[in-house]
């Protein structure tokens, strides 16, 4: 028994490739539309400042937060999956990610020290060692500011608009995957090589 | 306890994201630089699976758990509010090299410091709810 439930632990341990991954997210957004819900991380932050007494404030935030702990609850088990996963089904292999040869040779023509099959899942410019030099705080503090305005402003994120927007072909969600792709590209083009070397 | 089963369907998206490495800064600077094919197999099965599934649900009436048709709303025909907002929301998922979801499960994993990104993404998010009334939508 015990050496199937390790054996199971090291199945799902295996880097999951693009054909599992993809299928399964659209199985996140059924099981939540059969619940009676849209799939949709970005309205926590809504829902969060809401709750800490932004509707007090203003009219935006005006909501029963409360109609919304579905979601916080499925923000606060990606939390507890994001533990698991990281401490008990990271395989043999560690915490590291597979990216292609060509990008750690394009990260390292920008100065990022990589090195092909250490790469690890989190950079170590992200940590709170990184909040010392003023790219940690334009990436981390910057870009969670520019996620949570550009998510509100667009009416959605990755999981509202690429995903359930796009699978219920909703032209107005493959706009905002095309503004996502235009500001990404004209910061992964133009802003990120100005940061490094750190 | 019933709501007990978001937290297990937020467990799930969470292993779904960190084993498939989509929670990986390297992975998004990876994607915007078209240097694999591995984000978009991600995002274009996820898509393709998600229009089969919201075919068959709206041909065959499924119902949800309360017994109540399942509906999908049409998003208003405007292109400001989706363009610009969704240019800013690529410019900070570029930077921080994660979206919402990935933010969550990053916190989780022990990465603390994302708990600055979640102040802030909600500081951008209050920002919004002020602006609101003088932006183009």
């Known amino acids: 028994m015990l050496d199937f439930l390790i054996q199971v632990r090291d199945f799902i341990a295996q880097p999951w490739p693009w054909y599992v991954a993809g299928p399964l997210m659209a199985l996140v957004m059924f099981i939540l539309l059969y619940f009676g819900h849209e799939f949709g991380i970005s309205d926590n932050f809504r829902l969060m400042c809401a709750a800490d007494g932004a509707d007090k404030m203003n009219d935006f935030f005006k909501i029963n937060w409360q109609s919304g702990e579905w979601n916080l609850l ?3 088990g990606a939390v507890f999956g994001g533990y698991m996963v990281s401490h008990y089904f990271l395989g043999d292999q560690g915490n590291i990610a597979h990216i292609s040869d060509a990008t750690v040779a394009s990260l390292q023509e920008i100065g990022v020290k990589v090195e092909q099959g250490k790469v690890p899942m989190v950079p170590e410019f992200i940590g709170w060692d990184a909040l010392l030099s003023w790219q940690g705080w334009l990436m981390l503090a910057g870009g969670g500011l520019f996620v949570g305005f550009g998510a509100r402003y ?3 994120c990755t999981s509202g608009h690429a ?8 032209l107005p ?22 940061l490094f070397p750190l | 306890m019933r709501m007990s089963r978001y937290i297990f369907v937020g467990m799930l998206l969470g292993f779904i994201l960190y084993k498939s490495e989509a929670v990986s800064w390297f992975r998004i600077y990876e994607m915007f630089r078209f240097q694999s094919f591995h984000m ?13 599934i919201v ?3 709206k041909r065959r009436h499924v119902k949800n758990v309360e017994g109540n048709e399942i509906t999908f709303n049409d998003k208003n025909k405007t292109i400001y509010r989706y363009l610009i907002g969704g240019f800013i929301f690529g410019v900070g998922w570029a930077l921080a090299g994660a979206c919402p979801a990935p933010m969550f499960i990053l916190l989780g994993s022990g990465k603390t410091v994302f708990i600055v990104y979640l102040i802030a993404a909600m500081t951008g998010t209050y920002l919004y709810g002020v602006l609101r009334p003088k932006l183009p939508h």
């Open chain 1, 173 to 194: 969600s493959l706009i905002a995957v095309v503004g996502f792709f235009a500001g990404g590209l004209l910061v992964t083009y133009f802003v990120l090589p100005l």
């Open chain 2, 40 to 52: 978009f197999g991600i995002i274009g099965s996820a898509i393709v699976s998600g229009i089969i």
């Open chain 1, 74 to 76: 499925v923000a606060l």
């Open chain 1, 163 to 170: 995903i359930s927007g796009l699978s219920a072909l909703q």
């Open chain 1, 154 to 156: 667009a009416g959605g």
């Open chain 2, 55 to 57: 075919q068959i649900v």
